[in-house]
């Protein structure tokens, strides 16, 4: 399978404990997304990535969370001092660069609990 | 980004046509439109994207009146598997999508 893969698919962690996310993209695309999707609504847009470049961070990506793309690969996003607000589905999607921007190509997502 | 509107939830049978129409009122020239799809515990699947007229691909059509300000995915024949949740999103290219809450569709047999 080509598609966008994530791990882990489940998270339980308690609060105050650190988590990292793993994301591998497509692997000609060079652009990266993280989404956050919580019940009954639709994914937010989290972070931004062309390459290895963060290029835009949402408001909603407090201090505790950071998300790297070193060589342009695969993705972590990492949650510190997790709360129970953090739980939630974390989405990562990937598209080719150029035009299309609209059709990005989602995983599986890992979800979070926090207890 | 321009607002969308679209229905909460729709009901649906097996072989049946299900249309399920997004308003975007405030719609702006370089806007395209686009649905996703999404099955529980999965990431949202591209489905469509058109700027007017008609757009077909192999799994719905797109229906753009002349001003725009309305579309409507129409799914033909849907069977069991059709049940998911359809995102319509209004946006020039962007790397950012805003999804709203979306349109739960449920298919009965």
New interface residues.
């Given amino acids: 399978d080509t598609g ?1 893969s994530q791990d882990p698919r489940h998270k339980i962690t308690k609060r105050g404990q650190n988590v990292t996310f793993r994301c591998d993209p497509i692997s000609e695309h060079n ?1 990266l ?1 993280w ?1 956050r999707q919580t019940l ?6 989290l972070t ?1 990535f062309q390459n290895e470049a963060q ?2 961070k949402s408001r909603l990506l407090s201090d505790r969370f950071s998300a790297e793309r070193p060589k342009g690969s695969f993705s972590t996003l990492e949650i510190q001092r997790t709360e129970q607000g953090d739980s939630a589905m974390y ?3 990937s ?1 080719p660069g150029g ?11 890992t ?1 979070l609990t926090v207890t | 980004l321009a607002k969308t509107t679209q229905p909460i939830s729709m009901d649906s049978y097996e072989g049946q046509e299900v249309n399920i129409t997004c308003s975007h009122n405030n719609i702006a020239t370089n806007d ?1 439109i ?1 649905w996703y799809q999404q099955f529980p ?6 489905i469509i ?1 058109g700027y007017k007229t008609k757009v077909t691909n192999e799994v719905a059509s797109l229906f753009i009146p002349a001003d725009r300000k309305s579309s409507t995915l129409s799914l033909p024949r849907v069977s069991l598997s059709d049940t998911a ?1 359809y ?1 319509c ?1 209004v ?1 020039a ?10 349109t739960t569709v449920t298919v009965r047999a």
């Fill in positions: 966008v652009r997304y989404y009954g609504q639709g994914p937010e847009f931004y290029l835009e989405l990562c999607a598209s035009t299309g921007g609209y059709e990005q190509y989602f995983g599986p997502g979800r | 395209y686009t515990s999965q990431g949202p699947r591209f994207q949740v995102y999103l946006g290219y962007d790397y950012k999508l805003s999804f709203g809450a979306g």
